[in-house]
């Protein structure tokens, strides 16, 4: 074992003598302060701080929360068209819907017009649970009301749809 080593092999740190400096009233975000990339991951962590990572009891994440509800608003919707629509990978969808399934709020029919189709519908107990996601998702995104003005939170969602 070298001099520099200690006993579990990691290096000994030198002992340097820096100035006491006083630590930073505040932070400068240098890059950071213009980075959207960086604005938009804290505007996610935001958000889940606030409740939208796992919205419900039965620890539906925003993708199943996506899916149910374009389901209900789209009745017959196929997975590859939600798959477009969250912008995910069509495997991923699958997951997604399997687990709908297996939870008893989706169900997958054949459809009339192409054979090789499957439409998507909601059960009765899948339209209730999106209700009671909806309401939550709804409360967790409450503080964007206190902080910005109907136009300026239209004016938000627009410019973020632009980007997607």
């Excluded at 074992?1 to 200690?6: F, I, L």
């Excluded at 990691?10 to 400096?21: E, I, Y």
């Excluded at 999106?130 to 109907?150: G, K, N, W, Y």
Aim: aromatic letters at 4%.
């Amino acid at each position: 074992m070298s001099r520099t080593e200690s006993s579990t092999g990691t290096a000994d740190r030198m002992s340097v003598s820096l100035p006491d400096l006083p630590a930073p009233t505040s932070v400068n975000l240098g890059l950071l302060s213009s980075s959207l990339a960086f604005h938009v991951r804290k505007a996610q962590l935001a958000l889940q701080r606030r409740g939208l990572r796992n919205i419900s009891a039965m620890h539906v994440g925003p993708a199943e929360f996506g899916a149910l509800v374009l389901c209900e608003q789209n009745p017959g919707m196929a997975q590859f068209q939600i798959a477009a629509a969250l912008d995910i990978d069509k495997a991923s969808v699958v997951a997604i819907i399997d687990r709908l399934e297996e939870l008893g709020w989706l169900l997958r029919r054949r459809s009339n017009h192409d054979r090789r189709r499957y439409g998507l519908y909601l059960t009765a107990e899948g339209a209730r649970q999106a209700q009671v996601l909806r309401t939550q998702a709804e409360e967790a995104e409450s503080f964007a009301h206190d902080i910005f003005s109907p136009d300026e939170l239209n004016q938000l969602l627009g410019l973020l749809a632009r980007l997607g």
